[in-house]
T-cell receptor, first 114, second 111 residues
Framework: DAGVIQSPRHEVTEMGQEVTLRCKPI?????LFWYRQTMMRGLELLIY????????DSGMPEDRFSAKMPNASFSTLKIQPSEPRDSAVYFC????????????FGEGSWLTVV | QKEVEQDPGPLSVPEGAIVSLNCTYSNSAFQYFMWYRQYSRKGPELLMY????GNKEDGRFTAQVDKSSKYISLFIRDSQPSDSATYLCAMKDTNAGKSTFGDGTTLTVKP
């Protein structure tokens, strides 16, 4: 079975540009998570969805960040405008149920904003 | 103070050694405890998942939870070079879908 699929795997962009990260969760999973990982702050939850509905977006750093899940098989995380401090690895993860006790991560999108 | 504290290491051991990785936490509402392994430039991978206090064993891995001390451990027996990775603990309460992660301990097992 395919795991969580993220794209792009690597992105280098200039400050001020819009960045869109994409995620396809594991088929049949009904919870989806977006995490950000940096050396300074570790792994931080940005937002999670259950049955395509955002449940908790308290981790979204500011209004420049937005996430959508238009259907059960696709989600996006958008940063507009991007800033150098947004440079990080962004992980999408999915879980087979709403408990979130077992989470399956994608391989991450490595973002560098210059 | 962070809700979940984890010694970042790095920890270096010889092949075959028993490894002990630990986390402490402050939130007494945490009921579910997980350990993830993350290889370099990869996403975290779920290793072990336990509920409440007690031990759980899976092959060479044993997870231990002591809720009274707010302390969890992961033991790796007969460690192998392929165990070299960063190990993250994570925990959650019963009502939230989100997990709180430790910062990870980097382990190197030398042949």
């Amino acid at each position: 079975d395919a795991g969580v699929i993220q794209s792009p795997r690597h992105e280098v962009t200039e400050m001020g540009q819009e960045v869109t990260l994409r995620c396809k969760p594991i088929s049949g999973h009904n919870s989806l998570f977006w995490y950000r990982q940096t050396m300074m702050r570790g792994l931080e939850l940005l937002i999670y969805f259950n049955n395509n509905v955002p449940i908790d977006d308290s981790g979204m750093p500011e209004d420049r960040f937005s996430a959508k899940m238009p259907n059960a098989s696709f989600s996006t995380l958008k940063i507009q405008p991007s800033e150098p401090r947004d440079s990080a690895v962004y992980f999408c993860a999915s879980s087979p149920d709403s408990s979130g006790n077992t989470i399956y991560f994608g391989e991450g999108s490595w973002l560098t904003v210059v | 103070q962070k809700e979940v504290e984890q010694d970042p290491g790095p920890l270096s051991v010889p092949e075959g050694a028993i490894v002990s990785l630990n986390c402490t936490y402050s939130n007494s509402a945490f009921q579910y405890f997980m350990w993830y392994r993350q290889y370099s430039r990869k996403g975290p991978e779920l290793l072990m998942y336990t509920y409440s206090s007690g031990n759980k064993e899976d092959g060479r891995f044993t997870a231990q939870v002591d809720k009274s001390s707010k302390y969890i451990s992961l033991f790796i027996r007969d460690s192998q070079p392929s165990d070299s990775a960063t190990y993250l603990c994570a925990m959650k309460d019963t009502n939230a879908g989100k997990s709180t992660f430790g910062d990870g301990t980097t382990l190197t097992v030398k042949p």
